[in-house]
């Protein structure tokens, strides 16, 4: 078992007062107004180069995320997505998805193209 692992939350000791409330309401506010909370950007899969090929490869052989994860035997689904949204991930990873989808990766030589 640990034991250096924190497990309450740090508080004053004791109640606060009604000012002391509305000093850190106030405070709050502050930080709110100078700091707004911004919506998360909304990714989109990849439509073309080999991340749309992995997805639409997955898609034909009616898996999804997590179950292309667990044939690959990789850590979560969340490799397939990121994969397939074009973001960076081990090439180990990226190698046992496409063989997981019976695909082979190659390289080609773009003088050749």
Request: net charge neutral.
């Amino acid at each position: 078992m640990h034991e250096n692992k924190i497990t309450d939350r740090v508080s004053a000791p004791g109640p606060i007062s009604d000012e002391e409330r509305q000093r850190l309401q106030a405070i709050r506010a502050k930080a709110k107004q100078e700091f707004p909370q911004r919506e998360p950007p909304h990714l989109q899969p990849a439509t073309s180069g080999i991340g749309a090929q992995i997805r639409s490869a997955r898609e034909a052989q009616g898996l999804t995320w997590n179950s292309l994860a667990e044939k690959a035997g990789v850590p979560g689904a969340n490799v397939v997505r990121d994969i397939e949204y074009g973001r960076e991930v081990t090439l180990a990873n990226f190698e046992v998805v496409v063989a997981a989808l019976g695909l082979k990766l190659e390289l080609v030589d773009s003088a050749s193209r």
